[in-house]
Structures are given as structure tokens and as C-alpha cells.
Nanobody, 117 residues
Framework: QVQLVESGGGLVQPGGSLRLSCAFS????????MGWYRQAPGKQRELVAGISSGGSTNYADSVKGRFTISRDNAKKTVYLQMNSLKPEDTAVYYC???????????WGQGTQISVSS
């Protein structure tokens, strides 16, 4: 059974940086595509960044050039480095895992990011 646990959230001033971590427990981490999603109050959950099992990445236009997703298969962890944070980045951030060709999607419990002065 796959479990995802996010950490690294908190309150940061505009222009600041944070790094989120998502620890994966279970087997075959390297075969999973991983992603970070976020959901702001009153809005739908949206994809922030994704990384394939092979290391290819994709980003929402709103975070390109500011956020970087990476993975460490040995540690079974995916990261989201967030720089130049803006108030509009405020949301609950969720880690997501999906194995290619398998229907099940796994979610973490979420971690709050608040960007405010």
C-alpha cells in the first residue's frame, strides 16, 4: 500500500523560498510518476508540477521559472523547491503518485503554504 507524507509547509513572506518534501512509503517508487498539486480556498485543485518515472518534468505556467520539482529514488522522496513566492501561491499543497498504466492515484494529506507579509 502506498502512503505519501508531505512536509515543509509554513508561512513565508513574499519573495521567500520553501522546499516541500513528499516521502513515499511502499514499493516501486521509481515506477511512479509524481506530482505536486495545490488547492486555494474556493478554487479547484490544480497541477503545479509533475515528474515522470524517467525524470521528465512539467510545470504550470504560473510557476515556471520559480518552482523546481525533483525526485530522489534512493530516498523515495519527491521535492518541490519554491522560490520567489507570491501571495497567490497560498494554498494547500498535495503530493500525488500514479504508476503508469495503473488506474489508482494516491494522495498525501496536504501541507499548507501561506505567503503573506
Amino acid at each position: 500500500q502506498v502512503q505519501l507524507v508531505e512536509s515543509g509547509g509554513g508561512l513565508v513572506q513574499p519573495g521567500g523560498s520553501l522546499r516541500l518534501s513528499c516521502a513515499f512509503s511502499g514499493s516501486f517508487f521509481s515506477a511512479f510518476a509524481m506530482g505536486w498539486y495545490r488547492q486555494a480556498p474556493g478554487k479547484q485543485r490544480e497541477l503545479v508540477a509533475g515528474i515522470s518515472s524517467g525524470g521528465s518534468t512539467n510545470y504550470a505556467d504560473s510557476v515556471k521559472g520559480r518552482f523546481t520539482i525533483s525526485r530522489d529514488n534512493a530516498k523515495k522522496t519527491v521535492y518541490l523547491q519554491m522560490n520567489s513566492l507570491k501571495p497567490e501561491d497560498t494554498a494547500v499543497y498535495y503530493c500525488n503518485a500514479k504508476m503508469v498504466a495503473a488506474p489508482k492515484v494516491y494522495w498525501g494529506q496536504g501541507t499548507q503554504i501561506s505567503v503573506s507579509s
